[in-house]
């Protein structure tokens, strides 16, 4: 184990992990406000192929960013106007958001396989800082989207805790009726959130298209969109520990082509089930926690609000 | 000022769910003609050929058959737990397995002959399922985990399994270093029925029309309805809702284990992490459009599995076959958008009266 691939695997831990937490975040937006949306996987996949349409006719990687971020939102309010306006059941919204997604995005995509990429957003050189021992490759030699998901957090850690608008949000996800006797739109304020999440979920699928990939294919969204409704769960619905989270989790995907290289006689593929394990006990650990206190999950979560049947 | 608000009907539209049904198919057939025109197709010859090549012959019908085994026996396990208000969304891990079940029999009972060996690999495929399903089961009977998401993450769990198991030891050692697992033995298939399709259809059938039975005619359905509709209520009548809510989740895992068994010796020569395809998905947007109706399922699993082969047959023509899987989900949401008109009606009020009602 040398020097050089450790720091190699801490600077993929934070790389992948930022893909994870941009996902993740958004969902767990969505969710605070009531509605879960099991249409990550689908809306990454839209962001995806948006941001290297976009980047291939226009080469530039920041309009092609914002296309990608517009697009998941756009699909993501597809759900809302079914689950919100409609109040549909949301499971089954969220895995049609999923497909249709997944088959959009085949469809839009399908003259860009193979093609190279027209714009990359590449690592960013903050100076002296860059050059720091260990900390320079892992923390300041990271492509623009790290440093995106790290605002997003510090953004939405703020937002949802301590303004009002936060203080709203969450309301509408803890008990609709409440938020709406108190003077707030539900439906508005859930609509918000949901594209809110669908924006992150497309800003992270144009990280794997425009700076980690950086090429366009069929599945490359490769099932981590799952990861991140994971996450939302593994990290209690709460921004910081669902950034630890990410960083776990994305230590995981990190490690997968690493082990050998680190002499582990494991099976790389045993150690990518690991996320989805873990959560499944982290549920089970909510659960009998929640005998003597309050889940973390929001109360009104998946529940549909009809303000003329209140 | 005035806006829109969805006023409930004081009768559901009759036929309600049928015509659901239309609407959301139309709705798919117009998207579908702007995104062939969009990419230079003649929607006319595209919609002709998935027509021809999944309803238009005999043969089309068998193939179309075979594709609507794994999606019926899908749609089926998440309607079983979902006549109870339980939503299994591992079906496709289930699937996943079923398969490894099956192939586990198959590697055992090598000489074994055809009648002994593939009932034994389909029993040990429902087995698979079970198994699979039966932890996110005792979690949510005993303590009440979320069985959403836990049946979810099984899914991927299921799925590197299978990637586990044939990039080591279910390895062929003849497959030049490939991923591959051995071809299942020619007594380990699924014998044919007429042109393509295998008696799977036939089993199926009759699974989906017993469990159809089960639940409009038994008391075991009944109670299911009760516990799913009310837990106290069921809670009065006697019924004890953490066996019933075990044995349906473990149930409906055993039913998606069959579907990946029948695939398996049905429609495919060995495990592949390929094989479940997506059916555990689509299986759940099955039982929606059926209203988690045993006898829907098998006639909106008929229509995706026609959906999907023509899907397939258009790809000779240069269209992507991610079109099929686009109609998919538009036909959901567009008979989810019509079920909702059929319950609700559209109605204008004032700003002012909005605010007196609310």
Redesign the interface.
């Known amino acids: 184990m040398t020097e050089a691939s450790v720091i190699g695997l801490l600077e993929a831990t934070v790389s992948f992990g930022a893909l994870l937490y941009l996902a993740a975040l958004g969902e767990m937006i969505a969710e605070k406000a009531g509605i879960?949306n099991?249409g990550v996987e689908g809306m990454m996949a839209m962001g995806a192929v948006t941001g290297f349409v976009v980047a291939l006719h226009t080469g530039n990687p920041w309009v092609a960013l914002a296309g990608a971020v517009a697009a998941g939102a756009a699909v993501a309010l597809?759900h809302g106007l079914?689950t919100v306006v409609?109040?549909?059941?949301q499971?089954?919204?969220g895995?049609?958001?999923?497909?249709?997604g997944?088959?959009?995005?085949?469809?839009l995509g399908?003259g860009s396989v193979g093609r190279p990429a027209g714009a990359e957003l590449s690592s960013v050189d903050w100076g002296p800082l860059s050059d720091i021992p260990w900390f320079g490759p892992v923390l300041f030699q990271q492509s623009p989207f790290v440093y995106l998901a790290v605002v997003a957090g510090v953004v939405a850690w703020f937002v949802l805790g301590r303004t009002r608008l936060g203080l709203a949000l969450r309301a509408a996800g803890e008990s609709a009726s409440t938020a709406?006797a108190a003077g707030h739109s539900v439906a508005g304020l859930r609509l918000g959130a949901v594209a809110m999440g669908g924006a992150l979920a497309g800003a992270a699928g144009a990280y794997l298209t425009l700076s980690l990939t950086p090429q366009w294919a069929?599945g490359i969204v490769a099932?981590r969109g799952?990861i991140a409704?994971?996450l939302v769960?593994f990290g209690a619905w709460r921004p910081g520990r669902v950034a630890l989270g990410s960083l776990l989790f994305g230590m995981t995907l990190a490690l997968k082509t690493r082990l050998q290289t680190f002499g582990v006689d494991f099976?790389p593929?045993?150690l990518?089930?690991l996320p989805?394990?873990l959560?499944?006990g982290v549920?089970?650990a909510i659960?009998?926690r929640?005998r003597n206190r309050p889940s973390p999950a929001p109360a009104a979560l998946g529940i549909a609000y009809?303000?003329?049947?209140? | 000022m005035s806006r829109p608000?969805?006023?409930?009907r004081d009768q559901v539209l009759r036929g309600g769910q049928p015509l659901a049904f239309g609407v959301g198919l139309l709705v798919a057939l117009v998207v579908g003609v702007v995104?062939l025109m969009g990419?230079g197709h003649d929607p006319m010859r595209v919609y002709e050929r998935m027509f021809d090549a999944s309803l238009g012959s005999s043969r089309a019908w068998s193939v179309t058959l075979n594709r609507a085994v794994p999606l019926g026996l899908a749609g089926l396990a998440v309607a079983v737990a979902g006549s109870m208000g339980l939503?299994n969304?591992g079906a496709e891990g289930q699937i996943m397995a079923g398969a490894i079940g099956a192939t586990w029999v198959a590697r055992i009972g090598e000489g074994w002959p055809g009648p002994v060996l593939v009932p034994a690999m389909l029993a040990a495929a429902v087995v698979g399922g079970g198994l699979l399903a039966l932890?996110p089961a005792v979690?949510r009977a005993r303590?009440?985990?979320?069985e959403?998401?836990?049946t979810?993450?099984?899914?991927?769990?299921a799925?590197?399994?299978v990637?586990?198991l044939i990039?080591?030891r279910w390895k062929d050692p003849d497959s030049h270093g490939f991923p591959l697992a051995p071809m299942l033995p020619e007594q380990g298939r699924l014998p044919n029925l007429f042109e393509r399709a295998h008696v799977g259809v036939v089993l199926a059938g009759v699974v989906i029309a017993l469990f159809g039975l089960a639940a409009s005619r038994t008391a075991w359905g009944y109670e299911l309805r009760v516990a799913g509709s009310s837990g106290a209520t069921a809670r009065y009548a006697g019924i004890s809702l953490q066996r019933k809510i075990l044995t349906v989740l473990v149930v409906s895992g055993g039913v998606a284990g069959l579907a990946g068994g029948v695939e398996l010796t049905g429609a495919s020569d060995r495990i592949t992490e390929g094989l479940s395809n997506?059916f555990g998905?689509?299986g759940?947007?099955v039982a929606?459009l059926a209203l988690m109706r045993p006898s829907g399922v098998a006639a909106v699993a008929l229509l995706f599995g026609a959906v999907q082969i023509g899907g397939q047959s258009i790809q000779t023509m240069g269209v992507?076959s991610?079109?099929?899987?686009?109609l998919?989900?538009?036909i959901?949401?567009g008979a989810?958008?019509a079920g909702?008109f059929s319950r609700y009606r559209v109605e204008m009020v004032s700003g002012d009266a909005a605010e007196a009602?609310?």
Do not use: C, P
């Open positions: 879960l099991l597809l079914f409609m109040g549909a059941d499971v089954v919204s895995l049609s958001l999923t497909i249709l997944i088959g959009l995005a085949a469809y399908k709406d069929e099932g799952w409704v994971a769960i099976s593929i045993l990518s089930m989805y394990l959560t499944v549920l089970v659960s009998i929640a009809r303000r003329e049947e209140r | 608000v969805l006023a409930r995104l990419s939503w969304i932890g979690a303590i009440g985990v979320n959403i998401i836990t979810l993450m099984l899914n991927e769990v799925l590197r399994l990637q586990w990039h080591g997506g998905f689509a759940i947007i929606a992507s991610s079109v099929s899987t686009i998919q989900a538009l959901l949401f989810i958008a909702v009602a609310a």
